[in-house]
């Protein structure tokens, strides 16, 4: 194991979390000369070695074993357990911020630089290094042609998606509702075949496989301790802490360790996102090519804070979607490659709030209020158009929306009392803690979030590297 | 950056295995009976019993948190004794029950996931040497290599 090989302290920054942002904090940090760690529960997968079966993705590449329940049990939360994070699983579509999310951002933290002129560099940084392309019209599949057909009838705007992603040569027949499992050709543009590639290279040390359970501030020392997947504890230091474990791994950590501000863990939003099937007589094979092709870009369904986009599932998801079982499943399931299917994504207003049992778990309580009922329902009303208008013979909506953009918990403002982030991304309640993923969104945009994240994570590094 | 290179690894060791969750008989006649409840033998799929289920459990249940793996091994333990409409009764209770908003729907929702998930996950995997699932369902992605 990596452990026996690399120093247990002495580093400048220990970076919990290897996702979208802690691989870019890392990498940052590390090409300016500082000396990082980056620890990180789940394990090291790359393109040989990615599950095959969705069985083992589910299992290998997610928190609990794939999929986790708020205490409804009316939102299935994804949340990745992977070195690289969301960014091995995701569909890795990117979009900047618009004013309209920027503007609800400063209104809610107090911060003047959430503008997207202050950001544009920190976006264009991104976009160095991560290669992004439109999805190539003629390997959109016939979901995808549902999907613009149906915006047509109806009079709604959509435009294409883009995708992190570089040759993924669909002339071949590559199908990429694969790579939700982890991407086998090195096309989708995830942290360990970019940024992490880099920073390895030029001396990041990266310990893979060992969970953080405990962190704690001792003489202007960092101490990070926790246990490996194999049941050996661990303990690594470093002179600042870097939070990059996501919105429940943050607040977890935090609130096992004993910190103590009234805000970890609230301000908690996931854009629930309810995917809804339609049966067509003729097949559609969802499954195939860029598997993905449009979102939609109407101004009045930002308005009314929903968004859509066309977008599919391997079967076991495909099946838990499904009402029902026995017979009633399969008289569904047997037309799998006739389904089409549209999801609603809420930019969700009721903020939910992510606590811990007595053993630690996360519980993660988070509920829809009136409001983002209605903009669910304007959402599930346009896609029933959208079906209803193609020649659907029946819209399935999907039996469990799924929280998979999980954002807050430490939220950042200007004001110590209703944030846990300052505007230097450090913790209020212990300055040598630095917080710099997604937990720090103070609302729930609307959009996309990973490429925001991955922006707002260059700037992090910056106000870090002023420390040394 | 990019893919350069055939592929890029980085210089880490794989992943590791967790500890290995022990089922019993009883466990596994549990699993059987509440497969073939959820996917039953029928002329276009083979039944759940066929796909030898016991073989592939560990690859699922070996990565759940204690308490929920717990929870559904008491379960499985209860269905191995109960008889097979019962259990169909049960799911279709479940069913019902999901319906229901807020935390009175909550267990039913719960259980909805884990036990259907259990049955769903191994059967729609397509983990058998034979593989005829996927084909069934007209499933055929592929990422060429
Ligand atoms: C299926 C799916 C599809 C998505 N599609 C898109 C998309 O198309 N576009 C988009 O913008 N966003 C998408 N997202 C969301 C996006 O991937 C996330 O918003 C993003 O990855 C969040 O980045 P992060 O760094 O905050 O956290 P993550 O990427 O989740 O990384 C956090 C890491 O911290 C680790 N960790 C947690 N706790 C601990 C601990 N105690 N000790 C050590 N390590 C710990 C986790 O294992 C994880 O690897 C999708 C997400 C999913 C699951």
């Known amino acids: ?117 202050d950001l544009a560099r920190y976006y264009d940084e991104v976009e160095e290094v991560i290669a992004s392309q439109e999805i190539p019209a003629k390997f959109r599949n016939r979901n995808a042609a549902i999907f613009e057909q149906g915006f047509t009838n109806n009079g709604f705007q959509c435009a294409p998606l883009v995708r992190a992603q ?10 990429c509702v694969e790579c939700l499992g982890g991407c086998r050709i090195d096309s989708k543009q995830s ?84 995917m809804v099937l339609a049966l067509y007589e003729e097949a559609v094979n969802s499954h195939k090519g860029a598997f993905q ?34 017979r009633t499943h399969q008289e569904i399931m047997r037309y799998m490659s006739h389904l089409a299917c549209v999801e609603v994504a809420v930019r969700d207003t009721n903020p939910g709030r ?35 208008s193609t020649g659907a ?30 505007q230097d991304f450090r913790m209020y309640e212990n300055q040598d803690i630095y917080v710099t993923d997604s937990s720090l969104f103070p609302n729930a945009p609307g959009i996309n979030p990973s490429f925001t994240i991955m922006a707002l994570s260059i700037k992090a590094s910056e106000s870090i590297k002023k420390e040394f | 950056m990019g893919n350069n290179n055939k592929y890029i690894k980085l210089p880490l060791p794989d992943y590791q295995e967790p500890k290995k969750t022990v089922f019993t008989r009883a466990h596994l006649k549990g699993v059987e009976k509440l497969g073939r409840v959820v996917m039953p033998e029928d002329s276009d799929f083979p039944a759940f019993s066929e796909i030898g289920a016991e073989k592939y459990l560990n690859r699922m249940v070996d990565y759940m948190y204690e308490d929920d793996k717990s929870a559904i091994l008491i379960i499985l333990k209860l269905f191995s004794i109960m008889p097979q409409i019962i259990i169909k009764w049960t799911m279709s209770l479940i069913e019902t029950g999901a319906k229901w908003q807020g935390m009175l729907g909550a267990p039913f929702r719960m259980l909805r996931i884990a036990l259907k998930g259990l049955i769903f996950t191994v059967y729609y995997s397509d983990v058998t040497e034979n593989q005829t699932i996927h084909s069934k369902i007209g499933y055929d992605a592929k990422i060429v290599m």
């Open chain 1, 393 to 422: 013979k029946r819209i399935i909506p999907g039996s469990i929306p799924i929280g998979l953009h999980l954002m807050g918990g430490c939220s950042i403002g200007m004001d110590s009392n209703t944030a846990v982030v300052d």
């Open chain 1, 191 to 274: 942290m360990p075949v970019t940024v992490l590639k880099d920073a390895v290279d030029n001396g990041l040390k990266i310990v893979a496989d060992f969970e953080a359970l405990n962190l704690s501030m001792e003489k202007g020392r960092g101490i990070v301790s926790g246990r490996f997947t194999n049941g050996e504890s661990g303990e690594f230091s470093g002179k600042k802490i870097v939070l990059a474990a996501s919105s429940i791994g943050n607040a977890r950590l935090l609130l096992n360790s004993g910190f103590k501000h009234p805000m970890i863990g609230r301000k908690f939003f996931t854009h629930p996102q309810h």
């Open chain 1, 293 to 326: 092709g449009f979102k939609s870009n109407d101004p009045n369904f930002r308005k009314s804070g929903f968004k859509l986009e066309n977008v599919y599932a391997p079967p076991v998801a495909i099946a838990m979607l499904l009402p029902g079982f026995g």
């Open chain 1, 1 to 117: 194991m990596e452990k026996d090989k690399i120093n247990s302290s002495g580093y400048d920054v220990v970076i919990v979390g290897s996702g979208c942002s802690g691989s870019f904090v890392a990498w940052k940090l590390n090409k300016a000369g500082l000396n990082c760690l980056l620890l990180e529960a789940g394990s090291y997968f790359h393109a040989e070695s990615y599950p095959r079966k969705e069985l083992d993705s589910n299992s290998k590449l997610y928190w609990g074993g794939g999929i986790e329940l708020n205490t409804e049990a009316n939102i299935g939360i994804l949340r990745p357990k992977v070195l690289g994070g969301g960014s091995i699983v995701n569909q890795a579509l990117l979009d900047r911020f618009d004013d309209l999310a920027f503007d609800s951002w400063t209104n809610e933290s107090g911060i003047e630089y959430f503008n997207q002129k």
């Open chain 1, 166 to 175: 570089k040759d993924c040569k669909y002339e071949d027949g590559n199908d």
């Open chain 1, 354 to 388: 992510i606590t811990v049992n007595k053993a630690g778990r996360a519980i993660i309580i988070k509920s829809l209020n009136k409001e983002d009922r209605i903009r669910w329902n304007k959402g599930l009303h346009a896609i029933d158009n959208i079906f209803n």
